[in-house]
């Protein structure tokens, strides 16, 4: 039984440019979080999907978007990279809500724009 | 809004210690509370978990928390550390309407062997 997988695992990118990061649910969940984690910080969370919908959002700007597919799976995207977006990204799954069932985190995806 | 506090960034103990990190959440209704572990080089991963009930909740791995509901507290303890347990810990909460986990920003625990 697969976990959270998450594409790719290492990424570097150049200021202004754009990046899309993807995560693959683990098996029987429909609720995919992504959390952004700076380094020396606890994760931040940015938004979570549920039926292909944003139903949650956390304080980042617009510049940070998503997409979750009838799968389940999900697309984060970030467009006009800054430095200050190198962190490891990660993606959580979970059954409905994250209050009736444990989050099942992925091992992220290292996100360095210089 | 809810936020977590963790009061230790750095923690260093030998092997055989007791441990107990501290983590308070600022909510005042009704909360789930957890505690997230993240070994060197692996992905996050749920210790133990707080919904309603008992207040001492049991994890893996021999640890427990205690929810203090007055202190707004769910302090995480184990009896006598190993040195396996040298990870980061994040306490998280998750309160009211919404359906998103907040998490503190951890404490890296360092056991000497």
């Known amino acids: 039984d697969a976990g959270v997988t998450q594409s790719p695992t290492h990424l570097i990118k150049t200021r202004g440019q754009q990046v899309t990061l993807r995560c693959s649910p683990k098996?029987?969940?429909?609720?995919v979080s992504w959390y952004q984690q700076a380094l020396g910080q606890g994760p931040q969370f940015i938004f979570q999907?549920?039926?292909?919908?944003?139903?949650q959002r956390g304080n980042f700007p617009d510049r940070f978007s998503g997409h979750q597919f009838p799968n389940y799976s999900s697309e984060l995207n970030v467009n006009a990279l800054l430095l200050g977006d190198s962190a490891l990204y990660l993606c959580?799954?979970?059954?409905?809500?994250?209050?009736?069932?444990?989050?099942?985190f992925g091992s992220g995806t290292q996100l360095s724009v210089l | 809004a809810q936020s977590v506090s963790q009061h230790n960034h750095h923690v260093i103990l030998s092997e055989a210690a007791s441990l107990e990190l501290g983590c308070n959440y600022s909510?005042?209704?009704?909360?789930?509370l957890f505690w997230y572990v993240q070994y060197p080089g692996q992905h996050l991963q749920l210790l133990l978990k707080?919904?309603?009930?008992?207040?001492l909740v049991k994890g893996i791995k021999g640890f427990e928390a205690e929810f203090i509901k007055s202190k707004f507290s769910f302090n995480l303890r184990k009896p006598s550390v190993q040195w396996s347990d040298t990870a980061e810990y994040f306490c998280?909460?998750?309160?009211?309407?919404?359906?998103?986990?907040?998490f503190g920003k951890g404490t890296r625990l360092h056991i000497l062997p």
């Open positions: 999907y549920y039926e292909e919908e944003e139903r």
């Open positions: 707080y919904f309603s009930g008992d207040p």
């Open positions: 959580a799954s979970s059954l409905g809500a994250p209050s009736g069932e444990k989050l099942f």
């Open positions: 098996s029987g969940h429909d609720t």
């Open positions: 998280a909460v998750l309160g009211g309407r919404d359906d998103k986990i907040i």
């Open positions: 909510y005042g209704g009704t909360v789930n």
